[in-house]
């Protein structure tokens, strides 16, 4: 299933980074659905903006959601249904044809 970001928030939740997006189906529904850990480590290396520190203040999360708010929004992504959470995560690469 498919459908386009209308906007990103982040949250510290037990000392981790938390994404959520709201999400419009093509039918019309709005839903809030959760950003995986390994799609936002693609989006947002930890690496360059942290370092090798494991430590991160609180206003990096206006940062990281700035961030995330230009790369996504508006964005065509695909959103499951996992234990009764909905998620969603950006096209596969395999799906992109390369033209001449």
């Given at each position: ?17 938390k994404v ?7 039918s ?13 480590s693609?989006?947002v290396?930890r ?10 203040p ?18 065509t992504v ?10 969603f ?6 799906a ?5």
């Amino acid at each position: 299933m498919y459908g386009k970001v209308l906007a990103i928030k982040t949250a510290v939740k037990s000392e981790h980074i938390k994404v959520t997006a709201r999400i419009k189906e093509q039918s019309g529904r709005v839903f809030s659905a959760g950003l995986p850990d390994r799609e936002l480590s693609a989006l947002v290396p930890r690496s360059i903006l942290l370092g090798e520190t494991s430590s991160a203040p609180k206003n990096m999360l206006d940062v990281i959601e700035s961030i995330l708010c230009k790369a996504v929004r508006g964005r065509t992504v695909r959103y499951w249904e996992y234990q009764n959470r909905e998620y969603f995560s950006f096209l596969s690469w395999r799906a992109v044809k390369f033209i001449a």
